[in-house]
């Protein structure tokens, strides 16, 4: 059979798509007409498995610069590969490897159409963000979108044009490992941060060499896991699903994500990977999505587990037909798709859906015109790990670090003439600090806080580790290989303190004990971290603790006795230099929580967005019938968007323009907000509101709007905010979104915990 090919122009396809078929008129460039003429164009010249082969995406299954695999199933997956039966592939990367695969698809198949390759840069390639739960730490969306510009330019570099990022799932459960990779518990900030992203991995132009296709994942419901543990079941209400749920969803789609991924979850009894709610009645049909929908790893084949298949045929059957286009992993929509047409099982035309949405990301991202062009092997040592990307994850990493507590201003540390021990397990390691999800990263490639701080000559700088974190390879962790015994290294620790005037510990998670597969029923600091800090707070009180972790943690002792706590999440390539510059005041800490802070894991879920009870507060003295624990206060540790500064802002004179709107008005809030201290600085100005009656109860608190102010030492400015229908509009009992009449609070403060508040009225 005569081969067509598409790269090099002679497939008649592009012929056929340059002209308009009837009149043979030139169409725009721009048109979406073109696009579908042409996507449609390619798909009359398939074959039914062809088709199929588009939903397949494998994951590279050999030494793609060395000989083709001849026997087993690498050599099975290569022939699909030849006879253009694979669409895409993962966690193939550097040009010399994608130009590899992408050639095979391309010269050797039937019809020569280019894979798509994906690849989890999920904080950065090369260079390393910090992990998105401490980038939505900064409320910084112009800082969050140019982190995602970094990644997105490293990833192209090295052949790959398809990232599974941003996460936006929602979650109010610390245990769950995978908080650290989306933006915590709120579903405003969380969409805000969700679109940043988007922009910074798609830019404006999608077939630019620099940028990327961004996927929304999972969809939906997987922050909700109950217990905290990943991959298990979720219940929920429909009011939560509408309310907290899908809302950063919404809001990435209508940024223009290309792509969605489903979830391993079952939602509400149906796996979300076989659920037609999900991806047919919502992200297909109401929302109007155009784009491609990939299954996670395996989880069209999972639903076997589930019980919700009885084979491989029938999830495959369950899965397309539900609307899941891409078969990631499980190989059975290539194995069973083209009986199941046959058996019309499967309606051939759910096929050329999914296929058209695979051909027209291809097409957007410039493959059709050019399949190499990612594959420029000088472009990738010149874009991957450059200076100017460095500066940018640094000043990222800076704008993560909150300042959880500061008492008698021991921050920040002075540059010269003071003893400093700097201990912990964690001080000295450079790579931990680049976290979970940096597959491409290089292993102890981060600085370490250590050698942030020897840049400061000013000081004596002394260094003890005190303990080991992890015994064993930190990669295997989640196999009890956390030091619970080894206090060798206290005695050192000890005496390092003793006569410091400051002492700095550096502890944490190691950057393994967060990310996916890593729940904790425990959020304390792991091994005999405590014990250390204790013993040295025996010795000198004046302790700077500077945490490293990957979600919140249960810090009740340390609150109490130690006087200044730093989070620094787990920041990337650029960690210890940015955790020097703050603690040495060359930077002024701004981030707030994205995630409230428990005081106890028996409080979990605890979040700010909560909704009262019928018996919110004590009835009277002594009585114990009312919402709350008998050894425990309801309130959290540290709440959301709670982050102090080395100076202090007072926020007053909280007005309205008017006291009331109508449907199709608005009204305007102001506050003024002083800085009253000695430095200059940045607040995360919060605007809540609370709708006090309404059709399904509503939460006490909802974040609606923020901004980063900058603000000089004493320097007050205005901030105003404008409130409408969509501010108050919510899923109502009429099972729709929509803003119902009634009184509300507006709330405004530098966190969830508000300190001035108003009221306004709303008539539709």
Same mark, same amino acid.
């Given at each position: 059979?005569?081969?067509?090919?598409?790269?090099?122009?002679?497939?008649?396809?592009?012929?056929?798509?340059?002209?308009?078929?009837?009149?043979?008129?030139?169409?725009?460039?721009?048109?979406?007409?073109?696009?579908? /003429?042409?996507?449609?164009?390619?798909?009359?010249?398939?074959?039914?498995?062809?088709?199929?082969?588009?939903?397949?995406?494998?994951?590279?299954?050999?030494?793609?610069?060395?000989?083709?695999?001849?026997?087993?199933?690498?050599?099975?997956?290569?022939?699909?590969?030849?006879? =253009?039966?694979?669409?895409?592939?993962?966690?193939?990367?550097?040009?010399?490897?994608?130009?590899?695969?992408?050639?095979?698809?391309?010269?050797?198949?039937?019809?020569?159409?280019?894979?798509?390759?994906?690849?989890?840069?999920?904080?950065?390639?090369?260079?390393?963000?910090?992990?998105?739960?401490?980038?939505?730490?900064?409320?910084?969306?112009?800082?969050?979108?140019?982190?995602?510009?970094?990644?997105?330019?490293?990833?192209?570099?090295?052949?790959?044009?398809?990232?599974?990022?941003?996460?936006?799932?929602?979650?109010?459960?610390? /245990?769950?490992?995978?908080?650290? !990779?989306?933006?915590?518990?709120?579903?405003?900030?969380?969409?805000?941060?969700?679109?940043?992203?988007?922009?910074?991995?798609?830019?404006?132009?999608?077939?630019?060499?620099?940028?990327?296709?961004?996927?929304?994942?999972?969809?939906?419901?997987?922050?909700?896991?109950?217990? +905290?543990?990943?991959?298990?079941?979720?219940?929920?209400?429909?009011?939560?699903?509408?309310?907290?749920?899908?809302?950063?969803?919404?809001?990435?789609?209508?940024?223009?994500?290309?792509?969605?991924?489903?979830?391993?979850?079952?939602?509400?009894?149906?796996?979300?990977?076989?659920?037609?709610?999900?991806?047919?009645?919502?992200?297909?049909?109401?929302?109007?999505?155009?784009?491609?929908?990939?299954?996670?790893?395996?989880?069209?084949?999972?639903?076997?587990?589930?019980?919700?298949?009885?084979?491989?045929?029938?999830?495959?059957?369950?899965?397309?037909?539900?609307?899941?286009?891409?078969?990631?992993?499980?190989?059975?929509?290539?194995?069973?798709?083209?009986?199941?047409?046959?058996?019309?099982?499967?309606?051939?035309?759910?096929?050329?859906?999914?296929?058209?949405?695979?051909?027209?990301?291809?097409?957007?991202? +410039?493959?059709?015109?050019?399949?190499?062009?990612?594959?420029?092997?000088?472009?990738?040592?010149?874009?991957?790990?450059?200076?100017?990307?460095? !500066?940018?994850?640094?000043?990222?990493?800076?704008?993560?670090?909150?300042?959880?507590?500061?008492?008698?201003?021991?921050?920040?540390?002075?540059?010269?003439?003071?003893?400093?021990?700097?201990?912990?397990?964690?001080?000295?390691?450079?790579?931990?600090?680049?976290?979970?999800?940096?597959?491409?990263?290089?292993?102890?490639?981060?600085?370490?806080?250590?050698?942030?701080?020897?840049?400061?000559?000013?000081?004596?700088?002394?260094?003890?580790?005190?303990?080991?974190?992890?015994?064993?390879?930190?990669?295997?962790?989640? !196999?009890?290989?956390?030091?619970?015994?080894?206090?060798?290294?206290?005695?050192?620790?000890?005496?390092?303190?003793?006569?410091?005037?400051?002492?700095?510990?550096?502890? =944490?998670?190691?950057?393994?004990?967060? =990310?996916?597969?890593?729940?904790?029923?425990?959020?304390?600091?792991?091994?005999?971290?405590?014990?250390?800090?204790?013993?040295?707070?025996?010795?000198?009180?004046?302790?700077?603790?500077?945490?490293?972790?990957?979600?919140?943690?249960?810090?009740?002792?340390?609150?109490?006795?130690?006087?200044?706590?730093?989070?620094?999440?787990?920041?990337?390539?650029?960690?210890?230099?940015?955790?020097?510059?703050?603690?040495? =005041?060359?930077?002024?800490?701004?981030?707030?929580?994205?995630?409230?802070?428990?005081?106890?894991?028996?409080?979990?879920?605890?979040?700010?967005?909560?909704?009262?009870?019928?018996?919110?507060?004590?009835?009277?003295?002594?009585?114990?019938?009312?919402?709350?624990?008998?050894?425990?206060?309801?309130?959290?540790?540290?709440?959301?968007?709670?982050?102090?500064?080395?100076?202090?802002?007072?926020?007053?004179?909280?007005?309205?323009?008017?006291?009331?709107?109508?449907?199709?008005?608005?009204?305007?809030?102001?506050?003024?907000?002083?800085?009253?201290?000695?430095?200059? +600085?940045?607040?995360?100005?919060?605007?809540?509101?609370?709708?006090?009656?309404?059709?399904?109860?509503?939460?006490?608190?909802?974040?609606?709007?923020?901004?980063?102010?900058?603000?000089?030492?004493?320097?007050?400015?205005?901030?105003?905010?404008?409130?409408?229908?969509?501010?108050?509009?919510?899923?109502?009992?009429?099972?729709?979104?929509?803003?119902?009449?009634?009184?509300?609070?507006?709330?405004?403060?530098?966190?969830?915990?508000?300190?001035?508040?108003?009221?306004? /009225?709303?008539?539709?």
């Amino acid at each position: 059979m005569k081969k067509l090919k598409i790269y090099g122009g002679v497939l008649a396809v592009l012929i056929l798509t340059a002209c308009n078929p009837k009149t043979g008129d030139k169409l725009a460039n721009s048109n979406e007409d073109e696009l579908s /003429r042409k996507v449609d164009s390619v798909l009359s010249l398939m074959t039914l498995k062809e088709k199929i082969g588009q939903m397949n995406q494998y994951n590279g299954f050999w030494d793609l610069t060395g000989p083709a695999p001849s026997d087993g199933e690498a050599a099975k997956k290569y022939e699909h590969l030849r006879n =253009g039966l694979v669409g895409s592939m993962l966690n193939v990367r550097g040009v010399k490897e994608v130009k590899a695969v992408q050639k095979v698809a391309v010269e050797e198949s039937r019809l020569g159409i280019p894979l798509v390759i994906g690849f989890d840069a999920i904080h950065g390639y090369k260079t390393i963000s910090p992990i998105p739960l401490a980038e939505a730490a900064s409320w910084d969306m112009a800082a969050i979108q140019r982190s995602a510009e970094v990644s997105a330019a490293e990833t192209a570099a090295s052949g790959i044009n398809w990232t599974f990022a941003p996460m936006v799932d929602i979650s109010r459960d610390p /245990r769950w490992g995978r908080v650290m !990779e989306g933006a915590g518990e709120d579903p405003y900030l969380g969409s805000m941060v969700g679109v940043a992203r988007v922009k910074g991995f798609q830019g404006d132009d999608l077939s630019a060499v620099h940028t990327i296709a961004a996927c929304a994942k999972h969809f939906a419901g997987y922050g909700f896991s109950e217990a +905290g543990k990943d991959y298990n079941t979720v219940d929920v209400s429909e009011s939560l699903l509408q309310n907290v749920i899908f809302p950063p969803f919404k809001m990435v789609k209508d940024a223009g994500v290309r792509t969605f991924m489903n979830s391993f979850n079952d939602l509400n009894g149906s796996p979300a990977t076989g659920n037609a709610y999900l991806q047919r009645t919502v992200l297909k049909g109401e929302w109007e999505f155009d784009g491609m929908i990939v299954s996670d790893w395996g989880s069209i084949a999972e639903m076997i587990a589930h019980g919700y298949a009885e084979d491989g045929k029938h999830a495959s059957e369950m899965a397309v037909n539900a609307g899941s286009d891409m078969d990631m992993e499980s190989y059975l929509y290539i194995e069973h798709l083209e009986e199941l047409v046959a058996e019309k099982k499967v309606d051939v035309k759910l096929i050329d859906d999914a296929v058209r949405r695979i051909l027209r990301l291809k097409f957007e991202l +410039g493959l059709f015109d050019d399949p190499y062009k990612y594959c420029d092997e000088e472009r990738e040592k010149e874009v991957i790990g450059s200076e100017e990307h460095r !500066e940018a994850v640094l000043d990222m990493a800076k704008k993560s670090i909150v300042l959880l507590k500061n008492e008698n201003n021991l921050l920040p540390l002075k540059k010269s003439g003071q003893k400093i021990a700097l201990i912990g397990p964690l001080a000295a390691d450079n790579n931990s600090p680049l976290g979970s999800w940096r597959i491409a990263a290089d292993d102890h490639t981060a600085v370490s806080v250590l050698d942030g701080m020897k840049k400061y000559e000013g000081n004596n700088l002394i260094h003890e580790k005190g303990a080991e974190l992890v015994i064993g390879d930190p990669a295997f962790v989640m !196999e009890t290989k956390i030091n619970t015994t080894d206090k060798s290294g206290f005695e050192a620790a000890k005496n390092a303190a003793r006569g410091a005037d400051v002492v700095v510990m550096v502890l =944490g998670e190691h950057g393994f004990q967060s =990310g996916e597969g890593r729940s904790r029923v425990n959020l304390d600091l792991p091994g005999v971290q405590q014990e250390l800090l204790k013993e040295i707070y025996k010795i000198n009180k004046n302790i700077v603790l500077v945490l490293m972790n990957g979600r919140p943690l249960t810090l009740n002792w340390e609150d109490e006795h130690i006087p200044a706590i730093v989070e620094t999440w787990h920041l990337g390539t650029e960690s210890g230099n940015a955790i020097a510059q703050v603690l040495y =005041g060359d930077y002024n800490p701004s981030g707030k929580l994205p995630m409230t802070f428990p005081r106890s894991v028996g409080q979990v879920p605890v979040y700010y967005n909560y909704k009262n009870t019928g018996r919110p507060v004590i009835p009277a003295p002594n009585l114990v019938f009312w919402t709350h624990y008998i050894d425990e206060q309801n309130s959290p540790l540290y709440p959301f968007g709670h982050g102090l500064s080395y100076t202090t802002f007072e926020y007053d004179n909280l007005q309205l323009d008017e006291n009331s709107f109508s449907s199709g008005g608005s009204i305007t809030a102001s506050v003024d907000v002083t800085n009253t201290g000695d430095l200059d +600085g940045k607040e995360v100005v919060q605007f809540y509101i609370r709708d006090l009656v309404a059709s399904t109860t509503r939460p006490v608190k909802e974040l609606k709007g923020f901004e980063l102010v900058e603000l000089k030492k004493g320097e007050k400015k205005t901030i105003r905010f404008e409130i409408d229908e969509e501010t108050i509009e919510f899923f109502t009992a009429n099972r729709k979104w929509e803003a119902e009449a009634g009184n509300f609070k507006l709330f405004v403060g530098g966190s969830s915990v508000t300190t001035l508040e108003t009221d306004f /009225r709303y008539e539709d």
